[in-house]
């Protein structure tokens, strides 16, 4: 099925180091959303973006719905430990309830 | 609040055997739920949107008569995995639809089948 083009894939972060991640798409989205997944969990919403053009923030978390509507970024600043994990993009547009999935990006901490 | 569980975390069971999940919308009530698989290092695949009161609608490719779905009330979804086989061991995930359209995740389920 149809999935957003998430980056990068990976990520090897030193800790307070700021992260940036994005998604595309070839589609208009009315929503785009933020999770994050640790190991055996379920994702966590982090972020919802409702309006094109929206920046919106949660504590060292930002994240962007683009003018498009076809592309959004996540950024955290001053990294720490627990924001290991994998991050995914999700979108909805119009029609329906059912969301969209990035592939995800899965920060590492570099030891 | 929005907080969803799932139950079991995990379950081992052989296979030809029938394995019954359950999500529930613990502090809101959820007219629509979702049901997930995600394999290792994937992303979430949508395998049916269950809506209550109603039949479930699969995503193409999902056996209905495999996944049995029943939402028979605003707060609680049920997967059963029917004659599980080998290869339907996988991370099954359910999620609930608050009023503000919202998706909030249970923590999962680990399905092995030995």
């Known amino acids: 099925g149809q999935q957003l083009n998430q980056s990068p894939q990976s990520m090897f972060i030193q800790e307070g180091e700021d992260v940036s991640m994005n998604c595309t798409s070839s589609?208009?989205?009315?929503?785009w959303l933020w999770y994050k997944q640790d190991p055996g969990e379920g994702p966590v919403l982090l972020i919802a973006?409702?309006?094109a053009g929206e920046l919106t923030s949660n504590g060292r978390l930002t994240a962007q719905f683009g003018i498009t509507r076809k592309d959004s970024f996540l950024n955290i600043s001053a990294s720490i430990p627990s924001d290991v994990g994998i991050y995914f993009c999700a979108g909805r547009g119009a029609s329906n309830y059912q969301l969209i999935w990035g592939a995800g990006t899965k920060l590492i901490i570099k030891p | 609040g929005a907080v969803v569980s799932q139950h079991p975390s995990w379950v081992i069971c052989k296979s030809g055997t029938s394995v019954k999940i359950e999500c529930r919308s613990l502090?809101?009530?959820?007219?629509?739920m979702f049901w997930y698989r995600q394999f290792p290092k994937q992303s979430l695949m949508l395998m049916a949107t269950?809506?209550?009161?109603?039949?479930?609608?699969?995503e193409q490719g999902v056996e209905k008569d495999k996944f049995l779905i029943n939402h028979a009330s605003l707060t609680l979804s049920t997967l059963t995995v029917t004659s599980a086989h080998p290869e339907d061991s996988s991370f099954y995930i359910c999620s609930a639809r608050d009023q503000g359209d919202e998706q909030y995740f249970g923590p999962g389920t680990r399905l092995t089948v030995t």
């Open positions: 502090d809101f009530q959820a007219t629509t």
């Open positions: 973006l409702y309006k």
């Open positions: 589609s208009i989205f009315n929503t």
């Open positions: 269950s809506n209550e009161g109603s039949k479930a609608t699969y």
